[in-house]
């Protein structure tokens, strides 16, 4: 591992997904919505750190509770 992968990885901003358009991390850093943190926070559910945390049982239910009332299909 060379000096830069290590500074990288010491950063708390970065996500270990390695961020990007759909990275959690990188999109509040941006400002940008976040649907996942929207509908936990309405549910007073706490937010995950990254986008390699677990969800906890509520949040999944609550995940799956939209996207079946939801269908975007
Ligand atoms: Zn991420």
């Known amino acids: ?9 010491n950063n708390d901003n ?6 990007g ?3 959690i991390v990188d ?3 941006l400002n940008d919505w976040v649907h996942e943190d929207n ?3 309405e549910n007073k559910l706490p937010l995950r ?3 390699f945390q677990q969800y906890t049982n509520k949040q999944l239910k609550l995940l ?3 996207y079946t009332n939801n269908s975007f299909c």
């Not at 591992?1 to 990885?9: D, F, I, P, V, W």
């Not at 970065?14 to 961020?19: A, L, T």
């Open 1 to 9: 591992m060379n000096e830069e992968n290590s500074k990288m990885l």
């Open 14 to 19: 970065v996500c270990p997904c390695g961020g």
């Open 21 to 23: 358009q759909s990275c």
């Open 27 to 29: 999109r509040r850093e």
């Open 39 to 41: 509908l936990f926070l």
């Open 49 to 51: 750190k990254n986008c």
């Open 64 to 66: 799956n509770n939209f």
